[in-house]
C-alpha cells in the first residue's frame, strides 16, 4: 500500500463550480500535511498547510480526519488558473529532528469555459 | 526571495555514465531532499539529508547515493545510469521544525540512452 494515496484523477469541471480532492495515509504518526500545487512543467509550490480544526484560504478549505488519516482539499468557484495537479504530502519525519515529505501521485483539475 | 537552483535543466546521458545532478539552497535550510517524478506516480524520494555529511534513504534509493559536504549543496549521483533512471529529477529543502514549507528547485529532466 503507498504511503500517501490519492484520488487518481483527472477532473473536469467547469467554472464556477465546486470540486473535492481527497487523500489517505498509512502512517498513523505522521504529523503534519500540506497540499502543494504543480502545474505543467513546473515545479511543485505550497498551497496550504492543513492543520487538525481544518482551515481555509479564500476560495480553498482543507480538512484533516486523523482518525480516518484522511486530508481532504475543497474548491470553490473554480476559476480556469486553478487547473493544475494537486499533490497531497504527509511529514513522517522529525522524530530524528528532520523532516521527511512523502508526496502522493498527485490529481489532475482541469477547469473548462 | 527563497532559491533553490539545480545546475541543468535537461540532461542526456549515456547507459554507464556517472552522473552527477546538483543542487543548492541559499535558505540557510537543514534539510535537503532529492525526489524523481514519472508519470502516474508521482514524486518519489531517493534520498535526503537532515544535516551535513547526513543522510537517510527515501523509498527508491537504489542506483544512487548522494554527498552533502556543504550545508548548502546536496549531490545525487547516479553511479551507473541506466535507462530506467530516465526522469525528471526534483531537488527540495525546507527548514529543520514540522509545519514548514519545502521549496523546490526548477527540476532536471535527465535522458538516459
Known amino acids: 500500500r503507498k504511503e500517501v494515496e490519492q484520488d487518481p484523477g483527472p477532473f473536469n469541471v467547469p467554472e464556477g463550480a465546486t470540486v473535492a480532492f481527497n487523500c489517505t495515509y498509512s502512517n498513523s504518526a505522521s504529523q503534519s500535511f500540506f497540499w502543494y500545487r504543480q502545474d505543467c512543467r513546473k515545479e511543485p509550490k505550497l498551497l496550504m498547510s492543513v492543520y487538525s480544526s481544518g482551515n481555509e484560504d479564500g476560495r480553498f478549505t482543507a480538512q484533516l480526519n486523523r482518525a480516518s488519516q484522511y486530508i481532504s482539499l475543497l474548491i470553490r468557484d473554480s476559476k480556469l488558473s486553478d487547473s493544475a495537479t494537486y499533490l497531497c504530502?504527509?511529514?513522517?519525519?522529525?522524530?530524528?529532528?528532520?523532516?521527511?515529505?512523502?508526496f502522493g501521485a498527485g490529481t489532475r483539475l482541469a477547469v473548462h469555459p | 526571495d527563497v532559491k533553490v537552483t539545480q545546475s541543468s535543466r535537461y540532461l542526456v546521458k549515456r547507459t554507464g555514465e556517472k552522473v552527477f545532478l546538483e543542487c543548492v539552497q541559499d535558505m540557510d535550510h537543514e534539510n535537503m531532499f532529492w525526489y524523481r517524478q514519472d508519470p502516474g506516480l508521482g514524486l518519489r524520494l531517493i534520498y535526503f539529508s537532515y544535516d551535513v555529511k547526513m543522510k537517510e534513504k527515501g523509498d527508491i534509493p537504489e542506483g544512487y547515493s548522494v554527498s552533502r559536504e556543504k550545508k548548502e549543496r546536496f549531490s545525487l549521483i547516479l553511479e551507473s545510469a541506466s535507462t530506467n533512471q530516465t526522469s525528471m529529477y526534483l531537488c527540495a529543502s525546507s527548514p529543520g521544525h514540522k509545519n514548514t514549507e519545502a521549496f523546490f528547485g526548477q527540476g532536471t529532466r535527465l535522458t538516459v540512452v
Open positions: 504530502v504527509v511529514n513522517n519525519g522529525f522524530s530524528g529532528g528532520y523532516n521527511k515529505l512523502i
